[in-house]
C-alpha cells in the first residue's frame, strides 16, 4: 500500500474514532437535556391534571369504598382522564391506594387497565411509604413512559390515591434517535470531504516529492561519476547506477552493507587498510576530502584506482553521514604511465 494511502486510511480512522467519541457524547448530552425537559413537561402537566381534579370538588375522601372528589366519584370515571389527557396529553391514571381506578393506560386486549396495582419500585415506596411525589422514568404494564406522580390526600393530610400523568419513552426515543442519525450521517459525511481533502493534498505532496525524486535520480544517472552516501557507521544508504557498475555491483547490493568492507578493505598490494586509518572514512567527522586518488576494489576482486571527493552531511550541526564521488582512473594512469620517457641505452663512452 502507498505512503498516501496509508496516511489517509490512518487519518480517516482517527477521524472515524474521533467522530464517535462526538457523537457518543453528543447525543448523552442531547438525550440527557431531552429527558430534563420531559421531566419539566410532565411537571407542568401534573399541575394542570391536578388542578382539574381538585375543581371537581372538594376534599378527596373516601365513602363506601370508593375514592371520591367532593360529591364525585372517581372509581370507572373514564370521562375525567379521558378530559386531563385531551388537555395535556400522553396518558392519565387515578389509583385508590394502591390500584387504578380510572385511567386510559390499554392493556394488550385493548381494555382499559382499570384494577390494576401500583407495584414498580421505588415508586410506590416512594409514594406509599416514604409519602412523596416521584418524577422520572418507570415502567408501566411492560412499557417505558416518563411519569409523574402526585399523592391524593384527604383532609386530614392522609394518603388515600394517587395520580399519574406520563408519555411514552418510544415518543421521545424516536426522537433522539432521528438526531442520532443524522449526526452518525453528518460525521459519515464529514469523513469522507476530510478523507478527499487528506487524499488530495497528500497526492499533491507524494507528486511533488516524487517529482523531485525523479529529478535528483536522473541527476545522479545522468553523471558519469560515481556517487555514493553513508551513514556515520560507514553503511551505505544510496548509490548511482553508475558508481555500483564501476564497482561491479548492482545498486540495491551495495545499500545498507559497510562500503570499506566491501570496496575499500585492502591497500593496492592487497595489505589490509585498517578502518582507523582511513582517510575516506574520516568524512563520517567534519573532515571534507577533495580529490585524493585511492584504490577501490570490484566485486571480482580486481583492484581500480580511483580519484574522489568526499563531503560530510550535516544536519543542524550535527554529522548524519557523508557523500562521496568517485572517478575510475585506470585510463588516465595507463596514460600517465605512457608519457613518462624511457631512457636510450647507450654504447661506449660519452664525448667529451
Request: charged residues 20%; hydrophobic residues 40%; contains cysteine.
Amino acid at each position: 500500500m502507498k505512503m498516501k494511502h496509508k496516511v489517509t486510511l490512518y487519518t480517516t480512522l482517527l477521524i472515524a474514532v474521533m467522530g464517535a467519541v462526538l457523537v457518543d457524547v453528543g447525543y448523552y448530552e442531547v438525550s440527557h437535556a431531552f429527558y430534563q425537559q420531559i421531566l419539566k413537561e410532565q411537571e407542568s402537566r401534573m399541575r394542570v391534571a391536578f388542578d382539574l381534579l381538585e375543581k371537581q370538588g372538594a376534599p378527596f375522601r373516601l365513602k363506601d369504598g370508593k375514592l371520591l372528589a367532593g360529591d364525585l366519584v372517581l372509581n370507572g370515571n373514564s370521562e375525567l382522564v379521558d378530559q386531563i389527557t385531551a388537555l395535556v396529553g400522553g396518558t392519565v391514571s387515578i389509583f385508590q391506594g394502591d390500584t387504578r381506578i380510572a385511567t386510559n393506560v390499554r392493556l394488550p386486549d385493548g381494555s382499559r387497565a382499570v384494577g390494576t396495582q401500583l407495584m414498580l419500585q421505588p415508586v410506590s415506596d416512594t409514594l406509599l411509604k416514604e409519602h412523596k411525589n416521584y418524577r422520572g422514568e418507570a415502567h408501566i404494564l411492560g412499557e417505558p413512559y416518563v411519569t409523574a406522580y402526585n399523592l391524593i390526600q384527604d383532609r386530614n393530610g392522609e394518603v388515600i390515591g394517587v395520580l399519574q400523568v406520563g408519555t411514552k419513552k418510544s415518543a421521545y426515543s424516536a426522537s433522539l434517535a432521528a438526531i442520532l442519525q443524522r449526526s452518525v450521517l453528518v460525521t459519515l459525511l464529514g469523513m469522507v470531504v476530510i478523507g478527499f481533502m487528506v487524499y488530495a493534498a497528500l497526492h499533491a505532496l507524494t507528486y511533488e516529492l516524487q517529482q523531485m525524486a525523479a529529478g535528483r535520480k536522473l541527476l545522479l544517472e545522468s553523471t558519469g561519476e560515481g556517487i555514493y552516501g553513508v551513514d556515520t557507521e560507514g553503511r551505505c544508504t544510496f548509490i548511482n547506477h553508475t558508481g555500483a557498475q564501476m564497482l561491479g555491483y548492482l545498486p540495491g547490493e551495495l545499500t545498507c552493507r559497510e562500503i570499506h568492507s566491501t570496496v575499500h578493505h585492502s591497500h593496492p598490494d592487497g595489505v589490509r587498510y585498517v578502518l582507523s586509518e582511513c582517510k575516506l572514512c574520516k568524512a563520517f567527522s567534519s573532515e571534507q576530502i577533495r580529490r585524493r586518488d585511492e584504490v577501490f576494489w570490484h566485486k571480482n576482486g580486481q583492484a581500480i584506482p580511483v580519484r574522489y571527493s568526499s563531503s560530510p552531511i550535516v544536519v543542524e550541526g550535527t554529522v548524519r553521514g557523508a557523500v562521496v564521488v568517485f572517478n575510475n582512473i585506470t585510463e588516465r594512469k595507463l596514460r600517465t604511465m605512457d608519457d613518462i620517457p624511457v631512457p636510450k641505452k647507450t654504447s661506449g663512452s660519452l664525448a667529451l
